[in-house]
């Protein structure tokens, strides 16, 4: 069975603070899939980014960046000088790229709070 | 526009009335899900569908059935609710080689579902 963790529940900053919310996940197939989504006090989601599981490589955009290491398997979410705007719950999820890569599996998300 | 569309996006019932959430996607996606969101809990995922006759549990199935008679429905039924379906509930769709290749699920705006 596959598991993601966010054990960071809340955070709060103030505004232009570096921030990194921490995902933590389990699973037992060699190739996954991994993905962060926002979702703002309007209650939508919004997908970030997506990370294959053989693909190490750190990603920037903008002020976003995400440090994706195997050995300790860990996806990091990291918020470059905070803004007002990015205050939302951040999900980290799962899927296996197996023969079950519809079973999607969701951290229990973080609620970020950036004060003015 | 493309969109997932639910309905109703309200709802107060009574326990073991029989209700249907509907789900519907005008982008031709192959892949469905559903999802429900408690606080502490994230979301989680209660069915997927990857192709139309293509269903499969996801992680909390209980007390849920779905079906996939057409690509773009995707209802998700309550047969006898109970107060612990009380939930916050998403469908989401992709293309399903879409969901590996960009990561992108397409929620819909959510169904607040109240069981007395």
């Known amino acids: 069975a596959q598991k993601v963790t966010q054990a960071q529940t809340e955070i709060s900053v103030v505004e232009k603070e570096d921030v990194t919310l921490d995902c933590v996940y389990e699973t037992r197939d060699t190739t996954y899939y991994l993905f962060w989504y926002k979702q703002p006090p309007s209650g939508e989601l919004v997908f970030l980014i997506r990370?294959?599981?053989?693909?190490?490589q750190n990603e920037i955009s903008g002020r976003y960046s995400w440090n994706f290491q195997k050995s300790t398997s860990s996806f990091n979410f990291t918020i470059t000088a905070s803004q007002v705007v990015d205050s939302a719950v951040y999900f980290c999820a799962l899927i296996p790229g197996g023969t079950s890569y519809g079973k999607l599996t969701f951290g229990q998300g973080t609620i970020l709070t950036v004060h003015p | 526009e493309a969109q997932v569309t639910q309905n109703p996006r309200y709802l107060i019932t009574v326990t073991g009335k029989k209700l249907t959430v509907t789900c519907s996607q005008n982008m031709n996606h192959e892949y469905m899900s559903w999802y429900r969101q408690d606080p502490g809990l994230g979301l989680r995922q209660i069915y997927y569908?990857?192709?139309?006759?293509?269903?499969d549990k996801g992680d909390v199935p209980e007390g849920y059935k779905v079906s996939r008679k057409e690509k773009r429905n995707f209802p998700l039924i309550l047969e006898s609710p109970s107060p612990n379906q009380t939930s916050l509930y998403f469908c989401?769709?992709?293309?399903?080689?879409?969901?590996?290749?960009?990561?992108?699920?397409?929620f819909g705006e959510g169904s607040r579902l109240t069981v007395l």
């Open positions: 569908s990857m192709n139309v006759e293509v269903t």
């Open positions: 989401a769709s992709s293309l399903s080689g879409g969901l590996l290749n960009t990561g992108e699920l397409f």
């Open positions: 990370r294959n599981s053989f693909d190490e």
